[in-house]
């Protein structure tokens, strides 16, 4: 029986080889990977985000998903299986934004959703005829139900995910979401996800979908079906339809517990420059009051970097957040992820600090990758530091603990609230100054621009 070896790829180790402890969640792709693979393969999973990977291991092909943090780690994976003869695919956003480069590094890569082109890669792998890049896709009408047995035993997070659609109708100029699928939004049928949820071994599940609301009136037809089953759950979603009270309530009702809202920027300017025409900052204080009165959690997200950005938009930001009482905050700098408009532009304009961060050996998690117009890179970086210890702070967990509409509405609810403030206040540094990928765990710490 030919055997497939799936991995999920690791951001790499702190520099003394140990794992980052963090956030691990079930990487639903693997799962969906493992539900289609034929019974005549007989399949193996490693998540290097937690476990050793064993080379040695009997194995005819190598699949690894890799994103960009992720990308140099799954490389230097796919170089010591390819020294020991085993073909490697490399698929994920990383892969199909870059096919390309993903193509030095494997036999082969899968370009897009790999539904419809795994069985190919399969029977081709079987015949040794491996091609160079394949074409995937995915119809989501289709019912594929992940293998959820890769899963069990493992450290994740008590919370099954779930995806209901993929993609997001917007067109953010640093986001990789809609490099990757276009600016489109497509829905599995709520007949598909209900049978999905069955399966789902947690009560508390989280919608995976980048744009929950993405269209709205099939959102609201989710809402209605999933709330007889009495689940707690959370997504992401837009500002679009927040300011809907009657909208909002209805995911309340349906089970709710908490959504991530990127708000991205408090200067409208900005939000014109990263091409995010659905936020409108004067919404927000709306949109937000009316999760808090549905009792819906917000982790909110901004990013720092943008053209009107001073150091005093850092204070200002996250003064904000403290005073409309968020559950948790990201509060990070810009990220010029390939294959973005982003990072084309920045290309062009060359204010990158590295030819290929993601490659470079001199770049570490957390540092600024380009030159932002009116801070340098580093002061850049020193301010977002500055701005998780303030958020997180002790006098600010106390503060957006008055909350009894929603942070403290239960004796449950102001348990999740202390555990995951604490959680995040401990772990500000915890990936801090990390090198991607494993070799690079001995090197120095980042010293200057490297292209």
Not at 23 to 29: A, D, S, V
Not at 31 to 55: C, K, M
Not at 289 to 307: C, D, K, M, Q
């Amino acid at each position: 029986m030919p055997d497939v070896t799936l991995i999920y790829a690791s951001l790499g180790r702190r520099r003394d080889g140990t794992f980052v402890k963090s956030w691990l969640q079930e990487p639903l792709c693997m799962g969906v990977l493992a539900a289609l693979t034929p019974p005549a393969w007989r399949s193996t999973f490693f998540d290097d985000r937690h476990e050793a990977i064993d080379y040695d291991r009997p194995t005819d092909l190598v699949a690894i998903s890799i994103e960009t943090y992720s990308a140099r780690r799954g490389y230097e994976i796919a170089e010591r299986f390819r020294k020991r003869g085993v073909p490697v695919v490399l698929g994920g956003y990383h892969a199909t934004l870059m096919p390309d480069e993903a193509l030095q590094h494997a036999d082969a890569v899968c370009v897009g959703e790999a539904e419809s082109a795994w069985a190919r890669i399969l029977d081709d792998a079987a015949a040794g005829r491996l091609q160079g890049r394949y074409q995937g896709g995915a119809d989501l009408a289709r019912n594929v139900l992940p293998d959820r047995r890769l899963f069990r035993g493992r450290p994740y997070l008590p919370l099954s995910l779930v995806e209901t659609g993929r993609g997001c109708p917007n067109r953010c100029n640093f986001c990789s979401i809609s490099a990757y699928f276009g600016a489109t939004y497509r829905r599995r049928p709520v007949a598909h996800v209900l049978e999905d949820l069955e399966t789902a071994a947690h009560r508390d599940v989280f919608f995976v979908d980048d744009n929950l609301t993405g269209d709205p009136a099939s959102a609201l037809e989710l809402f209605r079906a999933v709330r007889p089953l009495k689940r707690r759950w959370m997504t992401q979603t837009s500002l679009s339809t927040l300011d809907d009270r009657a909208f909002v309530g209805e995911m309340a009702k349906s089970g709710c517990m908490g959504v991530l809202v990127g708000f991205e920027s408090l200067d409208e300017e900005n939000l014109k420059s990263m091409r995010k025409g659905v936020n409108r900052v004067s919404q927000y204080r709306q949109a937000l009051a009316n999760l808090r009165n549905a009792g819906i959690f917000v982790y909110g997200t901004f990013v720092f970097g943008y053209p009107n950005d001073t150091p005093a938009v850092f204070e200002q930001t996250v003064r904000f957040a403290i005073e409309e009482r968020m559950l948790i905050a990201g509060l990070n700098h810009l990220v010029p992820f390939p294959g973005t408009p982003l990072y084309m532009a920045y290309e062009a304009q060359k204010r990158l600090n590295y030819e290929r961060w993601w490659l470079s050996d001199g770049y570490t998690f957390g540092q600024v990758p380009f030159e932002p117009e009116r801070m340098s890179a580093a002061e850049t970086e020193q301010h977002c530091l500055a701005a998780r210890r303030r958020f997180y702070s002790l006098g600010s967990i106390l503060r957006r603990s008055f909350d009894f509409r929603c942070n403290m509405a239960t004796p449950s609810r102001a348990a999740l609230y202390l555990w995951v403030n604490a959680m995040l206040r401990r772990e500000i540094s915890e990936k801090r100054d990390i090198p991607l990928g494993h070799r690079a765990s001995s090197l120095p710490a980042a010293q200057g621009k490297q292209a």
